[in-house]
């Protein structure tokens, strides 16, 4: 069975500083890997996926995030953070084409983004 | 589409009353998985249709928790005689393929009291 860790319950991070939000994950198999995000009273959006090719996937808001397959991590990045990046990230594994469809979620980043 | 909707929002009931909820996923997705989330938690796995067909179902899901998705379509999921530990956030999702990820809907908030 998959499991994910996420180790950083809050992140504290100054306005246009760099971001990193950690993500490790445990499987038996291959696997595909996710970023949620959850603005405040809001639901949960897909951020960005990792499914197989190129380890480094980007998102359309400047997000990114990196498949290290030696390292079981999934590391989320962001050169500089905005006030509008401030939300609970949730990093996500599935088990890849075995019939395993659900997804599991670690317990989740809170960012929170300074002025 | 208007995405993944999921009524009522809010739904506050009595300690040992049935609650029931209902999803309408995307149209066109055959996929459709029931979560559950605590306050500090991520979300957790309830169950899985693959159209009409229920394909998983976690140890969460005790006897008093029923899910249907009759026709391939909406999907109810049912809660009898509630407890306090049921209270939590209870978020529907659908997907057309695995690899998409799914589409969340904005979740039904069940407080037990």
């Known amino acids: 069975a998959q499991s994910v860790t996420q180790l950083d319950s809050q992140v504290p991070v100054f306005e246009e500083a760099p971001v990193e939000l950690r993500c490790n994950y445990s499987s038996s198999v291959s696997v595909y890997l996710f970023w949620y995000v959850q603005y405040p009273n809001q639901g949960l959006q897909l951020l960005l996926k990792?499914?197989?090719?190129?380890?480094l996937v980007e998102s359309i808001n400047g997000f990114e995030a990196e498949f290290n397959k030696s390292q079981t991590s999934f590391h989320l990045r962001k050169p500089s953070g905005h006030i509008s990046d401030t939300a609970e990230y949730f990093c996500a594994v599935s088990e890849a084409n075995f019939g395993n469809e659900k997804l599991t979620f670690g317990t989740g980043t809170r960012l929170t983004i300074i002025p | 589409d208007t995405g993944v909707s999921q009524n009522p929002r809010h739904k506050i009931t009595k300690r040992g009353q049935n609650v029931t909820f209902r999803c309408d996923p995307i149209?066109?997705?055959?996929?459709l998985y029931w979560y559950r989330q605590t306050l500090g938690q991520g979300p957790e796995f309830l169950t899985y249709f693959q159209n009409e067909a229920q394909l998983e179902k976690s140890r969460l899901l005790s006897d008093r928790f029923s899910a249907e998705r009759p026709k391939g379509s909406f999907s109810t999921l049912e809660i009898q005689r509630t407890e306090q530990g049921d209270s939590a956030m209870y978020l529907c999702?659908?997907?057309?393929?695995?690899?998409?990820?799914?589409?969340f809907g904005s979740g039904t908030r069940l407080t037990v009291v």
């Open positions: 149209s066109e997705h055959n996929r």
């Open positions: 990792y499914l197989s090719g190129s380890t």
């Open positions: 999702a659908s997907s057309l393929r695995e690899s998409d990820g799914y589409t």
